[in-house]
């Protein structure tokens, strides 16, 4: 990515920080298991769509939705690969695990993000989910 791409995706995500500094954070804020922080990376507007997902969520569900899965597995850990930014969106790759005896897993998951005014509009995971039931 060029330097001009890089100024103009920060630019047009807003004056609270760039979209690589977002998605920083946003990661960062995960591995703590911080739900608090993640909430306040998402627009309550923000439209959440996911692979497990029965129906979209807004940014009202953010700390409902991660402290849900933080309680269900309590050491996952996610580790960006790649991230692609154009404008106001984001791709991003990463690998999401857990060492949990009897439970471990490591699964390769991308977020399509998009931003507004320094916070996450939507946030769309997509990853196979081994045909499990959607969680309303």
């Known amino acids: 990515m060029t330097l001009a791409a890089l100024a103009l995706a920060g630019a047009l995500v807003g004056s ?17 298991h911080d739900a608090a922080a993640l909430q306040a990376l998402y627009a309550p507007e923000a439209v959440l769509t996911s692979s497990d997902f029965c129906r979209p ?26 991230v692609i930014i154009e404008g106001d969106r984001a791709a991003v790759r990463f690998v999401s695990s857990s060492e949990l005896p009897g439970k471990s897993f490591r699964m390769q998951l991308v977020t399509l993000l998009r931003f507004r005014d320094g916070r996450i509009i939507e946030d769309d995971t997509i990853f196979d989910n081994g045909g499990r039931a959607c969680e309303p």
């Not at 998605?23 to 995960?30: G, Q, S, V």
């Not at 953010?62 to 960006?80: C, M, Q, W």
């Open 16 to 32: 609270t920080g760039s979209a690589h500094e977002l998605i920083d954070r946003l990661f960062a804020a995960f591995n703590r």
């Open 57 to 82: 969520r807004t940014g009202r569900d953010v700390t409902r939705t991660y402290a849900a899965l933080f309680s269900s597995v309590p050491d996952i850990k996610d580790r960006v690969v790649n």
